[in-house]
């Protein structure tokens, strides 16, 4: 598929990125907005709680170290929500442990993207996360407590499928 058919497919997605590096923000907005979408921001999970309410993304990229709210609570509060938990989140992050990786795929995020990004591989997450057939308001990708799916891993070099089996606390 050309570049062309690749952009007309992202263009309209609405994303929500939560960064708190200017310079990030300012990268990662200018590649999306490249591509076609549009794009609202937040520093931090707080501030992209307080913009959820007033209108609902396609799809939220997130960082995970920000301050007042990190990503992995940020990804929580949004899996819990009723009407926001259909939106996929990814988290984008320097953070490569594996207990890093268990902690935001079991916070709901429907995938772990490693920083430096690729620009490619990135599009290709909002792309399959973000054309969705089904309106936002009737996705119901209930990932809250992480139930048995697979999950994307993305790294610089590769994306990896890998399963998360959770137990649902009581």
Excluded at 22 to 48: C, H, S, W, Y
Excluded at 105 to 118: C, F, N, Q, R, T
Aim: glycine residues 6%; proline residues 6%.
């Amino acid at each position: 598929m050309g570049a062309a058919a690749e952009q007309s497919k992202l263009k309209g997605i609405h994303v929500l990125v939560v960064e708190d590096s200017p310079i990030q923000l300012t990268m990662l907005v200018r590649f999306l907005r490249k591509e076609g979408m549009t794009t609202d921001t937040a520093t931090n999970g707080a501030e992209a709680l307080a913009l959820l309410e007033q209108r609902l993304p396609d799809i939220i990229i997130s960082d995970v170290r920000m301050p007042e709210m990190d990503g992995f609570s940020l990804c929580a509060n949004v899996k819990r929500d009723e009407r926001l938990r259909g939106v996929p989140l990814i988290l984008l992050t320097t953070l490569s442990e594996p207990e890093d990786l268990v902690r935001g795929l079991a916070a709901g995020a429907d995938s772990y993207a490693l920083k430096p990004y690729d620009e490619q591989e990135c599009r290709y997450l909002v792309k399959d996360f973000g054309t969705s057939q089904s309106p936002k308001s009737t996705r119901q990708r209930d990932s809250r407590y992480c139930p048995d799916r697979p999950a994307l891993i993305t790294t610089p070099s590769r994306t990896l499928q890998q399963s998360c089996s959770c137990a649902t606390p009581s």
